[in-house]
């Protein structure tokens, strides 16, 4: 359990390591841009020379780069590609323009589009000064650590920061440029708006507290979409998904297994089914296999409506570019939580405890994500995952067990604390699906623990029957 904590720190400090060293960073790329050459683009005009560009980039070129570890040889610069003797071999391909990304390579070479080919060393990206060829790199502690952490996981975050902060467009918008940013090594495509980077930015008092409002209440309602939608699809899942069982066991009585695949064994393991199974057959009403194949057809039904939810929930909650498998990972790790939440948590406390932890870090997440244009979101979902092993491993051992041997938790009543419906239903069924946003109403006391009328009263009874015996004797002392 401990450990799932302290690794779970040692990530969330790494993401704070390289959060402050790489995001919101474009120094590096503004200095090796500063250095391209535009001269040959200007033109005398009445005996005047046209001024350079204010941009670095047209809308009608591509720019590759290239990442390399720094050495004494090796320094961020603007490549020269028509050296036949050039090794460059580019990481990641950029353009103001999305239409150019999409461009074929013959219509680009028919066309002469233009290729704009840099190199970036680590150590630039993590200092922003291009590093002089020979002399020592002067690296803090954090900017070495950071290094080596993007060694290993990556430079994506970090190039797509220097490009969305430092790069200058022909249509720039308060000195900001769209930008589609492709990495050869993953295939992976990203893109961002002008005003992604402008979030949270010059803002006063009231507006910042009002944006930060927006992000909180954002974070909440993603909250409560996915969680709701994956509550909903493992309630139809448990009630309705079990069915296929019978179908098992039809197929192994077929194969011979004999009475030790009688249905009775599976209508009292899940007595909702059972229950109505054994009534089909009672009343001759419609055969058994129509009831099953109806609830095989719900549980598919509601399954390609949870997969759905997860294409539109995704473009709703994150509407920008984000690390590939960041939704069904979201998802995943809701569906986790809803099954732990089902199988083990049980006893008062962990109802307390679990679903409140699990929100706070699912909303601290979700900060983090509407807070910044792009950020190591991906990373982030390791101490997320981290905390949440705590937190079940937490309520197991320290909530759940001291219950189940206290007594609170039992055969008779599974949960201590549940919503007590104001009409009365079989005890064999299950409840509604829109019974899963009513809160909880009611508490289990185990009989050990319940107050038995009357015993109070005879008690105080008893103490002042003694009083009164010894008031008496004290009175015939006195008149002896």
């Known amino acids: 359990m401990n450990c799932c904590a302290i690794f779970g720190l040692f990530q969330l400090v790494c993401v704070m ?48 780069i290239q990442i390399q570890h720094s050495t004494d040889k090796t320094t961020s610069k603007i490549y020269n590609v028509s050296d036949p003797s050039s090794d460059y071999n580019p990481t990641y391909r950029f353009s103001t323009s999305q239409a150019v990304m999409y461009l074929s390579p013959t219509f680009k070479d028919m066309h002469e589009v233009n ?35 993007s060694n290993f996981y990556g430079y994506d975050t ?27 090594r993953t295939g992976e495509y990203w893109s961002w708006r002008p005003t992604l980077m402008l979030l949270g930015k ?39 998904g079990v069915v296929i069982m019978f179908f098992v066991f039809k197929c192994l009585r077929i194969l011979g297994a004999g009475a030790g695949a009688n249905d009775r064994v599976l209508s009292l393991s899940y007595p909702w089914i059972g229950r109505e199974i054994d009534s089909a057959e009672i009343t001759q009403t419609h055969p058994k296999n129509h009831l099953l ?21 995704s473009g709703w909650l994150y509407n920008k570019s984000i690390p590939e498998g960041l939704g069904v990972s979201m998802f995943g790790l809701v569906m986790v939580w809803e099954y732990f939440s089902m199988v083990f948590v049980r006893s ?14 699912f909303v601290g997440y979700h ?47 599974p949960r201590e604390v549940f919503t007590r419906m104001s009409w009365p239903a079989f005890t064999s069924s299950l409840p509604h699906d829109w019974t899963i946003f009513m809160p909880l109403n009611s508490r289990y006391i185990p009989i050990n623990d319940m107050e038995v009328e009357g015993e109070g009263e005879d008690e105080d009874e008893d103490e002042g029957e003694e009083i009164d015996e010894e008031s008496d004797e004290e009175s015939d002392e006195d008149e002896l």
């Open 348 to 361: 008062a406390a962990s109802v307390l405890f679990f679903p409140k932890v699990i929100a706070i870090y």
């Open 367 to 413: 900060i983090y994500f509407y807070s910044v244009g792009y950020g190591y979101f991906g990373m982030m979902l390791g101490p997320l995952f981290c905390f949440s092993c705590h937190a079940m491993f937490y309520c197991v051992m320290v909530l759940e067990v001291p219950a189940l041997n206290k007594g609170s938790v039992s055969l008779e009543c």
């Open 293 to 313: 194949c109806a609830h095989i057809g719900k549980v598919v039904l509601f399954y390609s409506l949870y997969e759905a939810c997860q294409t539109v929930f």
């Open 202 to 240: 010059d803002l006063g008092v009231v507006e910042f507290l009002l944006y930060k409002f927006v992000v909180v209440l954002n974070a909440v309602v993603a909250y409560f979409l996915i969680s709701a939608a994956t509550a909903l699809i493992v309630r139809v899942l448990t009630s309705s």
């Open 115 to 149: 290729h704009v080919n840099i190199t970036l060393t680590d150590v630039c990206l993590a200092t922003g000064e291009i590093e002089v060829p020979g002399a020592e790199p002067q690296l803090s502690a954090i900017q070495s650590f950071a290094i080596s952490l």
């Open 158 to 184: 970090a190039i797509i920061n220097q490009l969305m902060y430092g790069m200058k467009g022909m249509s720039d918008f308060r000195g900001f440029s769209a930008g589609f940013i492709q990495s050869f």
């Open 17 to 64: 390591v390289l959060h402050l060293t790489f995001v919101s960073n474009g120094s590096c790329l503004i200095k090796v841009m500063e250095t391209r050459d535009f001269s040959s683009s200007q033109v005398v005009t009445n005996g005047t020379l046209s001024p350079l560009p204010s941009y670095f980039l047209r809308d009608d070129e591509i720019l590759n």
